[in-house]
């Protein structure tokens, strides 16, 4: 059974920086980031796949393009998200997500793509 851990959520000011990561078990193709904010609906922020040769396909919601980095160590099977320039409306609880599902079809901003989720690590972010 895949597990996953979410680390690296806090309280940062509007323009700060923050690092996630997500250490995973089991043979993971495609792995992502969600985020939910109290009353919201849980929303895709990247997702990444590895494609060969050291090539990995990647998508990013339109609000995070330019600030937010999605990542992983293969060797290490950990995910990271490098959030920079983050905003008040960045705050949200955020989720590391993963399938064992191989195709770049299969890796989009769905939740319904992701069987396996970790339990999330909170980001505040104060003006």
């Known amino acids: 059974q895949v597990q996953l851990v979410e680390s690296g959520g806090g309280s940062v000011q509007a323009g700060g920086s923050l690092r996630l990561s997500c250490s995973a078990s089991g043979a993971l193709y495609c792995m992502g980031w969600f985020r939910q904010a109290p009353g919201k609906e849980r929303e895709g922020v990247a997702t990444i796949a590895t494609i060969g040769g050291g090539t990995h396909y990647t998508t990013y919601a339109d609000s995070v393009k330019g600030r937010f980095t999605i990542s992983r160590d293969n060797a290490k099977n950990t995910l990271y998200l490098q959030m920079n320039s983050l905003k008040p409306e960045d705050t949200a609880m955020y989720y590391c997500?993963?399938?064992?599902?191989?195709?770049?079809?299969?890796?989009?901003?769905?939740?319904?793509?992701?069987?396996?989720w970790g339990q999330g690590t909170q980001v505040t972010v104060s003006s």
């Open positions: 997500a993963a399938s064992s599902r191989y195709g770049s079809s299969w890796c989009e901003r769905l939740e319904a793509n992701f069987p396996y």
